[in-house]
């Protein structure tokens, strides 16, 4: 595939167009196996490899209407309704998101939108809910391009033009397109060592990884600790790791910690995984801890939950094992085959013994997906 393709901006003629545009789709979350934690320069340009699961219920869900319009300013450019509701205030950020793809596809200029947006969860419930917004907010623009320019749908070309976009958006977005698991920066040779590398694709744009089949039905289960708003952003704590003294190191461990994560997905080695995947956790509220200035996200019910998963892991041999977001609400990961036992500790022990804490269950997932067509785009 042509990378410059993925990345390129239009710049041909539209000719002859219908003037309204509406696209209807579905993008999940993911959580981090190995974490995104500190940026380059440029518009979202990560410090170290990230990889990740993709989420299968945690899901938003967008319609985007476009109409031919002169006005690509104001408040009535963008429309956003979320949930039945304007929502002004998320407008910035979007406004912000379209203005960056407007870079790529002028045309948006010649347009007014509108779009409905859904979570199927709760908007303070720990889970990236920007991730899923803005993967499905640039499905639909990729195929209001695609529709713009009247070309053949590639579904692969898709997937990573979506990809790009949601970059532009969030972060963490771009890893939300794929099925199973997605990788998303450059893999340093060096382990870290040259910080001032050039940018590659892989730092544009996430791609999909290979999953051995006993893993590919891995399940989520999220423990809400605490639903309240978070008091440091995600974007305020990678910008302190700009000067964070700990912040060579953070990202020799990340890319060490890719090799292996890619390396036992695809092999399937679960416990080898799990110990690496909560020793990254750790790393990324170890940087927040000891940022300048340093904060904390985890509650005291979250390090409670910690004991007490690790307490029954070495009782049982039941391989579960956690991971936690920029938050307090711990993801409690295990295979298919530990389902059973797992869910019930998790449900019937664990719970139990946190006081107002409440589950989100989930498993890996397939990506992105087109609600208007129904289909899955890597199909």
């Known amino acids: 595939m042509n990378i410059d393709y993925i990345i390129d901006g239009i710049k041909r003629d539209l000719n002859n167009k219908e003037e309204s545009f509406y696209s209807h789709w579905s993008a999940p979350s993911n959580i981090a196996l190995v974490k995104y934690w500190g940026k380059k320069e440029g518009i979202q340009i990560p410090a170290n490899p990230s990889l990740s699961v993709t989420l299968d219920q945690a899901r938003t869900e967008v319609e985007l209407k476009a109409v031919a319009s002169s006005k690509d300013t104001g408040s009535d450019w963008i429309q956003l309704i979320f949930e039945g509701q304007e929502m002004p205030s998320f407008l910035p950020k979007i406004e912000k998101f379209f203005n960056y793809v407007k870079a790529y596809n002028p045309y948006l200029k010649d347009f007014s939108f509108q779009l409905n947006t859904s979570n199927s969860f709760p908007h303070s419930a720990g889970i990236a809910s920007s991730a899923s917004s803005m993967a499905a907010i640039a499905c639909c623009l990729v195929e209001f391009e695609q529709w713009l320019l009247d070309t053949e749908y590639d579904p692969d070309f898709f997937l990573y033009r979506s990809s790009f976009y949601a970059r532009l958006g969030s972060g963490s977005a771009c890893r939300s397109l794929f099925p199973k698991a997605a990788s998303w920066g450059s893999v340093d040779s060096s382990m870290g060592e040259e910080e001032n590398r050039d940018l590659t694709p892989h730092d544009l744009f996430a791609s999909p990884v290979e999953v051995h089949p006993d893993l590919e039905n891995l399940y989520d289960t999220i423990v809400i600790v605490d639903s309240g708003e978070k008091k440091v952003s995600s974007r305020a704590g990678h910008g302190l790791m700009k000067d964070h003294p700990y912040a060579h190191s953070r990202f020799i461990q990340a890319n060490q910690n890719w090799n292996y994560v890619y390396q036992w ?12 995947i909560e020793e990254e956790a750790l790393a ?20 409670k939950a910690i004991e007490l998963l690790r307490q029954y892991r070495h009782e049982t041999g039941v391989p579960l094992y956690f991971t936690l977001d920029a938050g307090p609400n711990l993801h409690i990961l295990y295979p298919k085959s530990a389902r059973d036992k797992a869910f019930n500790f998790i449900q ?4 139990s013994q946190l006081e107002g804490a409440s589950l989100l269950d989930d498993q890996m997932g397939s990506g992105a997906l087109n609600l208007a067509k129904g289909k899955i785009p890597h199909e």
């Open 284 to 303: 990324l509220h170890a940087m927040m801890m000891t940022s300048r200035p340093g904060y904390l996200l985890m509650a005291p019910q979250t390090i």
């Open 265 to 276: 997905l695809k092999e399937g080695q679960w416990d080898y995984l799990g110990a690496v």
């Open 348 to 351: 019937n022990t664990l719970l």
